[in-house]
């Protein structure tokens, strides 16, 4: 199964859009776009990593940081939430 997938990962991409669609201030939206962007391109990044295709050629190394990097961007859209909720 792949990353995009998963439930988890729908819920949590589906949620963050919404949360830059609430965004007001243009310089903040732009920036938690783009790691939007770069939350969906580490999960396809994840999926290639683990694809049969590759014969089972896996860069541990590579997954790891792209999973380091997910949790990263996860917490910084959490904190937004929080920010949203309380203005």
């Given amino acids: 199964m792949k ?6 990962y729908k819920k949590d991409y589906k949620k963050f859009k919404e949360m830059v669609e609430q965004i007001q201030k243009q310089s903040s939206k732009k920036e938690f776009q783009k790691l939007l962007n770069q939350f969906e391109s580490h999960a396809n990044q994840i999926n290639k990593g683990h694809d049969p295709s590759y014969n089972g050629f896996i860069h541990p190394q590579e997954l790891k940081e792209n999973v380091t990097e997910m949790i990263r961007i996860r917490e910084k859209f959490l904190q937004l939430e929080k920010d949203l909720n309380h203005t």
């Fill in 3 to 8: 990353l995009t997938d998963t439930l988890r």
